[in-house]
């Protein structure tokens, strides 16, 4: 079964400082990674995904990440954070060897981040 | 720019009450999603759609119905509301492409008393 785990509930960086935020992934095939942000009382908004290629994608508002196979990690980066950053971030899989109708994906649990002036 | 609306942001019932969510997309987009989003769980899919008519259950659709009668509109209804439902519903939609990226709308908080 295809799983996605976000083992940090929280991470606080201060602003002008690199962040990460963390996401490994379980799936049979090879995965379709996406992370999405969330600011206060708003939907979801996509920031970037891997589908192929590049193991580096770069997406929105500066945001990158690394695809990573032999740890099965899509980390989220950042090389300077803004305070306008702050929001709740998820990440999200879909295995290539499921088959469905629709491009059903699981999300992780989120991740918020706080980024300090 | 693709666009998700929700018929309601907020959201107050009563507990034996029909509930329902309404969800419109621009786009043409085939597949249309309902998630329900709880703290420290993430999002949990409910149902999905992908076609007019067509639906499938999602990891937690007891207590939950939809209905998707035109391309663009997709409902989720709740027939009975329980306390336990008291969450933030949001819905997507993307195109049959599994690469494709979802489209959300912005939620609807529902408190059910």
């Known amino acids: 079964a295809q799983s996605v785990a976000q083992p940090e509930d929280q991470v606080n960086v201060a602003e002008g400082n690199p962040l990460t935020v963390k996401c490994t992934y379980s799936v049979s095939g090879n995965p379709y990674l996406f992370w999405y942000v969330q600011y206060p009382n708003r939907g979801l908004q996509f920031l970037l995904k891997?589908?192929?290629?590049?193991?580096l994608v770069k997406g929105s508002y500066g945001f990158e990440a690394e695809f990573n196979k032999s740890q099965t990690s899509f980390h989220l980066k950042k090389p300077s954070a803004l305070v306008s950053d702050s929001a709740l971030y998820f990440c999200?899989?879909?295995?290539?060897?499921?088959?469905?109708?629709?491009?059903?994906?699981?999300f992780g649990s989120g991740t918020r981040l706080s980024i300090r002036p | 720019d693709v666009k998700v609306t929700q018929s309601s942001r907020y959201l107050v019932k009563r507990t034996g009450e029909k509930v329902f969510l309404e969800c419109v997309q621009d786009m043409d987009h085939e597949n249309m999603f309902w998630y329900r989003q709880d703290p420290g769980l993430g999002l949990r899919l409910i149902y999905f759609?992908?076609?007019?008519?067509?639906?499938e259950k999602g990891d937690i659709p007891e207590g939950y119905s939809v209905s998707r009668e035109k391309k663009e509109r997709f409902s989720l209804i709740l027939e009975s509301a329980s306390t336990n439902q008291t969450s933030m519903y949001l819905c997507a939609s993307n195109q049959r492409d599994p690469t494709d990226t979802q489209y959300f709308g912005p939620g609807t908080r529902l408190t059910v008393l």
């Open positions: 759609s992908y076609d007019v008519k067509m639906k």
């Open positions: 999200a899989v879909r295995d290539t060897a499921l088959y469905s109708s629709a491009s059903k994906i699981i």
């Open positions: 891997y589908i192929t290629g590049d193991n």
